[in-house]
């Protein structure tokens, strides 16, 4: 290994598929003949670089080629939620390969969901005909701040029992490899980036839920902040409101336009009763869902006059009642920010939908393991 | 060179000044001995690094040690103002060694302005007893918006005749080097962060002056986003305020607290004028003066909550004013946002004050240069 990481070249080489020859890795790393060698003979010992075949002759015996090998390992990821718990078996490119999901509330605390959460890795292992040391790794997002260097949930709001609990410590006596956590809202803006925008690089995942927070790409790479605690937009006050929150300020944009607030003032239980509401053409629950949408618009505003980014996705269970949601949105965010940083401005739904927290936790994984 | 960028990496090796020898390098860098030679060869032929002694000997003839000449190439670095031209010559390391200020209204136009800077730069080259081709390359800030990759002016507001102008080309013309242009909150907040912080990873720098803005780094860098519209907070709404703005929006911040605002209100004339009256214990400046900062406070908390930085340095022409800014600033700061993201902030004044737009703006030449 040397100091500046050279140790990963040989295999970022062949991130793209495409079979290389000793010659070209040596000729496009710049590194000695001897440390490319070196790597690959490693990474044949662990199987994610395989031979295919060989390249044409030069004269003399023609070389062999090398290739990527994303199944040699595989990656468990997992979406913890307040009420499910979704597990994947994904490659190492983060293509999803097996899954499940289970109705589980985090509230039953960290010993029976974790215990399900290996239970239910195992299973998907024994699905796919591949053994537990075949893990490269498990990702995992919580619905709270996390502490990212540590695994550690930070007085999460929503997960009694869960507060500086050793996830990573847990999982790691079940499952090998490392194991990385994030919150949620982190994990989807990674997902989504990865898979529909992975060019972008200044984006803004905004999830719209029982809760509201967004995650931040800056550069390409996700922005954690100084606490891990970067995109907790929920409680910005929102202009002119000044309803209290559980926070104990006040005009929080959670306690006004999240799923919680409106499915109160709708007077029905969850949000996707909501999101049922509006598809049924309920004149109340559209304006409600539109009216939410402007607040969160106000918010999102300033976070473009700061951030400038090219790209707002908007998921969450609230984003799937449809344009209502995004019209409201919109409408808020091209009349308050500058015309430089709108005009190329897209305020778009998430494409990975339900998968982005999946998506989002197997990349956790994935960059650690093959950068 | 090689396409993952290892022709640079023999210099950065060499940055923190310790003499190095071959041997050393190659360990280091894990690059052949031949592509270490051929670099080591291109940087002494560059001046960019010198024999420097020999380290101890081991048997036979002892191994040369190479080091860092920091001044073997200056960056010119300019800060151009409303009403100022400050100019100065720095080594590769982005210290300053000569300057010179003059007054100069931007609105003279680029031609005139732009005349003078080159002049300026002359003359300290001539100060200095060194010729234009040892410009490695001269950095520039502007008062408003600028498009980073071409250098031009982007609609700025207070620079008449200067939207779109090609000032790389025009500097180009007579100063040897690449010209990098960037906006002066930007290079602010570079100049802060290489000089003051360069461990922080994520740092907010506001410049409170005639206008209002912030520069942001993120994960160590500068964060420019989509259009380098990035830190535009001028314009951001502040709660419950609905004065008109320039920009045909209400409640801009820049409207309500700027030094153009208060200066406006107290009826004087300049931000030193303010600053002046606040150092005299005027109760009206110093009452609107602490104000101002908890208007901008209510836009830092909203930015805090969505980044979470360690440090935000108050910079600018109004920040000379001394602790009435920052106590209403951290008294909006400190109550808007969740404890997560204040637990550990500091919101502190420019350590760099008047020299941080020059010293930003040589750091845009060392960081291209030297990486």
Known sequence: MSDLGTADVVLRLLLDGQPQTRAEL????????????????????????VPSGEAASTGGRPPARFRFNPTARLVLAADVGATHLSVALTDLTGEILHRSTTQLRIDEGPEVVLDALVGAGHALLREADRSPTDLAGTGVGLPGPVEHSTGRPNHPPIMPGWDAYDVAGRLGRDLPGPVLVDNDV?????GEHATAYPQVEHLLFVK??????????SGGRLHRGAQGAAGDIGHIQVLGRTELCRCGNRGCLETIAS???LASRLEVGTSQDIVELVRAGNT?????IRQAGREIGTVLAAAVSLLNPSVIVVGGSLAQAGDSLLAGLRE?????SLPLATTHLHVVPSRTGRDAALLGAARLVCDQVVG
């Open 332 to 336: 808020t965010v091209y009349a308050r």
């Open 26 to 49: 040596i000729d496009r790393s710049g590194l000695a003949r001897s440390t490319v060698n070196g790597r690959i003979e490693a990474l044949l010992a662990s199987g994610l670089v």
């Open 259 to 261: 799923a919680a607030a």
């Open 186 to 190: 982190n994990i989807m803006a990674l």
């Open 284 to 288: 109340d629950a559209i304006t409600a």
């Open 208 to 217: 719209v839920a029982t809760g509201i927070g967004a995650g931040v790409i």
